[in-house]
């Protein structure tokens, strides 16, 4: 199974002791909300790739480093190998010559627009995922939930938020029991791409069957134990803002002001002046 | 004495199925424990769900008659209402699992966490439960790590923690190994002489036999009979007439009767009482 | 006698289950796409049968559900768009299901279900592709050099995307639509909500 289904896998196993577990989960929540919206707001690849390394620091310090680069190496790398090339020389608003490649006897002009409209789009993603990767590895179930709670949302979503990453193990649980069933009667991987669509159903009706059983008993068994009682349920997790907690919150505020400035003085591409930032038409 | 359930002249067609419960009349009364016996299809799974609402309020369907449980007729109050009256307990452990507990102990304060109880009574509670039911040390546990008895026992304890007037039990061993079935009962047995009042569907009439004091048996949606436990596991050609097997001591005894010639006088229904009626038998 | 229909909490705690499993099972859709290597993303698919099964809102809510899940743990902020994409879908296959464009032994029923997953639904992919996710190729080879040819010979940025996205899109969508047929076929009716 491939590196970004392992991360969430792993996600029972893993436990973690670090400055970053011990952190309130509001502060991790919101730093990620903010960084992400910081990536989008400003279209300037080295300041882009200093909050992503901000982000790497923070995973290093969690422990997670190794798994967030992986991730990244999965889904954000393969985005620059495909789009820098072929933006470079193909991007409709290509004007700058940066230079000329010269393979098997083509020559490729090379132009600074299109190169870094691939590099500041991975770069941003990249962003994304890995802030996001690090609030969820370094964040307990449990504290997930009380967050949840305070952000007031309604039982009925926080239920089904959390149902929905427990239902995913046991679900992929399943489907290594159908698998190796199905393997032991002649299912074969390696086939044409219509036998392979054949494989896929051969494994997803039987999961599906199975769960749609499942649906009928759990709505039964929760309605039995009084999910319906129109009353604020309660919460049985705690959590607590701490000093630390209040110095990550005073942090994110301090550089949310100087980046204004910036933005206020340099527009959305303070650092490198990029001239465009959505295309037009 | 005192009826916590009441089913009078009750009557109950599924959406999709006829006739189910047909002119339904008993009682379970505080402190007893009733089991239900049947054939498959016989309405047993059925009569449980009346007794918390879920039918009508899930299942929707055509009712005749009503239910009172504890005071509360089901069809005006909702499920979550009757929740704190009613505990019910299924076949399969795991699916009635809330599926978002982490543990053991969350687990089982769920159904109270439901009701918005306090923090500090929900602890209280679940304690207790957990320790009723001989689930103590296994508190930080998921519940997914536990074995299919102990699991049971769990789902046993989110009732308890509920403590609720009556306690009905589908087939709750149907799906457990012998020792998980031998664990389960263990803890009925004990719920049993504390007083709970429980009314228990199950197919293992032998466990049954030690626990009941009344048996209800059913057939086609109809009562056949509800009398003592011992009276109607003494009817065994009737009982096996419509595919219930009775205890095998009991069974051995009427055969000896009918095949051999050698009465008893009276049908033992538990392995103690058929080495006491048996040791006077071969000792005169 | 008195009648009684199931009430309304009923449904509305089936749904409560219900949501989550879609979410779940477009999750472990993208999973079994992984190990059986089958030609599609393999990640919609359980919304279009939740919508068949239970309808459009519990179709809608668990495809988004399950989008919102994987913004929030891997796939990073923005990808919540992508959880707008998935109500497009199960709109949809709520509008095959009232015009009847989902019968699978009439095959010519689907073909208008077939253009609305194709290229209508590819318009609004494309649009959060380049608006959200700059609209750059897709990390595939063969996509991407369609991409590139596309490019290269019309330089236009829209179009490249679009086709891009038609050469994914199209099978992806057309196989999990029949997928959640056949597997809405084999679905014992009481589980079916939804009235046809």
């Known amino acids: 199974m491939g590196v970004v289904r392992r991360v969430l896998l792993d996600k029972r196993v893993l436990t973690g002791d670090s400055i970053i577990h011990r952190l309130d989960p509001r502060p991790k929540f919101f730093f990620f909300l903010w960084i992400s919206v910081l990536a989008y707001v400003f279209y300037d690849y080295v300041l882009t790739a200093l909050f992503l390394l901000v982000i790497l620091a923070l995973a290093a310090a969690a422990g997670i480093l190794r798994r967030i680069l992986l991730v990244l190496a ?27 490649l010269h ?9 600074y627009e299109g190169f870094t409209w691939g590099l500041s789009w991975p770069l941003k993603i990249a962003v994304c995922v890995s802030s996001a990767l690090l609030f969820y590895l370094t964040t307990e179930p449990g504290e997930l939930i009380a967050l949840l709670f305070k952000l007031r949302l309604p039982y009925k979503f926080i239920y089904m938020v959390t149902i929905t990453l427990q239902l995913i193990p046991l679900l ?9 069933a199905q393997l032991s009667r002649g299912l074969r991987t390696k086939a044409n791409p219509v036998k392979r669509i054949w494989n896929f159903l051969a494994l997803v009706i039987p999961l599906t069957l199975s769960s749609l059983m499942k649906v009928q008993t759990r709505a039964i068994a929760l309605e039995s134990r009084g999910f319906s009682a129109p009353v604020r349920k309660t919460c049985l997790y705690d959590i607590r803002l701490r000093a630390g907690d209040h ?35 | 004495m005192e009826a916590v359930v009441s089913f009078e002249e009750f009557s109950y067609s599924y959406p999709t199925r006829e006739d189910v419960l ?37 299942y929707g369907g055509r009712i005749r008659g009503k239910v009172i449980v504890a005071g509360l007729d089901t069809q005006e109050h909702s499920t979550a209402e009757l929740s704190m009256k009613v505990g019910l307990l299924f076949q399969d452990p795991i699916e009635q699992l809330s599926g978002v507990a982490l543990t053991v102990e969350e687990e089982v304060g769920f159904g109270l966490s439901m009701l918005g109880y306090p923090k500090e009574v929900i602890g209280e ?45 589908d087939e709750p061993t149907a799906l457990l190994d012998p020792i998980g079935k031998y664990e389960v009962f263990g803890v009925l047995r004990e719920l049993a002489s504390e007083g709970s009042t429980l009314m228990v569907v199950e197919h293992e009439i032998e466990e049954l036999a030690y626990i009941a004091d009344r048996i209800l048996l059913l057939h086609g949606g109809r009562i056949l009979s509800i009398d003592e436990s011992k009276r109607v596991l003494s009817e065994v050609s009737r009982l096996k007439e419509i595919g219930v097997d009775p205890p095998s001591v009991t069974e051995l005894t009427y055969l000896l009767e009918r095949e051999v010639g050698v009465a008893l006088g009276e049908y033992p229904t538990t392995l103690p009482e058929a080495v006491r009626l048996y040791g006077e038998v071969l000792r005169s | 006698m008195t009648e009684r229909e199931a ?13 989550p499993m879609i979410a779940a099972l477009n999750y472990v859709g993208g999973v079994l796409v992984e190990l059986t290597k089958a030609p599609i993303w393999g990640d919609t698919w359980a919304t279009m049968l939740g919508t068949l099964i239970s309808g459009l809102w519990v179709g809608a809510v668990g495809g988004f559900l399950y989008n919102i899940i994987m913004a929030f743990t891997v796939w990073g902020l923005p990808a919540w768009v992508w959880g707008t994409a998935n109500i497009v879908v199960a709109l949809i296959t709520w509008i095959c299901i009232r015009m009847g464009w ?46 590139a040819a596309v490019l290269k010979s019309t330089g236009n940025f829209w179009l490249a995307n679009y086709v891009q996205n038609l050469s994914t899109e199209i099978p992806d969508k057309w196989i999990s639509y029949i997928i959640s047929l056949l597997i809405v076929s084999r679905v014992p009716r009481r589980f079916i909500l939804v009235r046809r």
Request: charged share 15%; hydrophobic share 50%.
């Open chain 1, 247 to 281: 110095l990550f919150f005073s942090a994110m505020i301090a550089v949310t002001l100087l980046l204004a400035y910036l933005y206020l003085l340099y527009g959305f591409s303070p650092i490198v002046h990029l001239k465009f930032y959505y295309v037009a038409g």
């Open chain 1, 172 to 180: 992929l649980d399943e489907i290594q029991t159908i698998y190796q």
């Open chain 2, 22 to 58: 047909v002119d339904i009349d008993f009682q379970v009364h505080r402190g007893e424990v009733l089991g239900v016996i049947g054939p498959n299809g016989a309405g047993k799974s059925t009569l449980c769900r009346c007794l918390n609402g879920l039918i009508p309020h899930f």
């Open chain 2, 125 to 169: 509670r679940v304690a207790e439960a957990i320790e009723r039911v001989g689930l103590k040390g296994l508190e930080g546990r998921s519940p997914y790590e536990l074995s299919g008895g102990q699991q049971q026992r769990l789902a046993l304890a989110t009732v308890l923690a509920m403590r609720p007037e009556v306690i009905a039990l």
């Open chain 1, 103 to 111: 393979i098997l006897g083509f020559e490729l002009p090379l132009y």
């Open chain 3, 7 to 19: 009430t309304a909490p009923a449904a509305r705690i089936l749904a409560v289950v219900m949501i």
């Open chain 3, 102 to 147: 989902d019968d699978l032994r009439r095959p010519w029923t689907l073909i208008p279900a077939f253009i609305l997953f194709g290229p209508i639904y590819t318009v609004y992919t494309t649009m959060v592709s380049i608006l959200i996710f700059g609209g750059g190729p897709l990390w595939k080879p063969l996509p991407a050099a369609i991409y």
């Open chain 1, 74 to 100: 999965v889904i954000v790398l393969p985005g620059f190998a495909f789009a820098i090339p072929i933006l470079s020389v193909l991007f409709p608003w290509n004007e700058t010559l940066m230079f000329k």
